[in-house]
């Protein structure tokens, strides 16, 4: 069975860095325990919804990779996910995208809680 938590972090941010796969997991954690319940409350069900996480888009290339056995990256994510306490880092934000890209039309009207790595964190 795939891990749907752990690839979606792994893909969404292995060459950022352990502190932004740290930080994309708690944006997906966010987001599945947010009081309004504008999300699914499972983690996995948040990673999947439509064009939420680019990784699962069908026209992204991202989508056909997959952690080779050992891989370091994926193994600090399993890390992350099991460690029991892990301060969020991303002041409870439930949105980001990488610097690499042209920022989108959303954050216009918002500043970012955070940048961890290449990645610009909101919360909404």
Known sequence: MIDVLGITIWREARGAGTAAMVAV????????????????QDMDKVCL????????????????KYPEPGDLQYQQIQQV???????????????YYDTSIAPPDWTDQHSPVATIGSLRF???
């Open 25 to 40: 997991y708690h944006v997906i954690k966010n987001r599945a325990t947010d009081p309004e319940k504008r999300w699914p």
């Open 49 to 64: 919804q439509a064009y939420q996480f680019s990784c699962w888009n069908t026209n992204d290339p991202q989508r056909n």
């Open 81 to 95: 996910i099991s460690a029991v306490e892990n301060p969020d880092p991303t002041e409870g934000a439930n949105f």
């Open 122 to 124: 909101y919360k909404l």
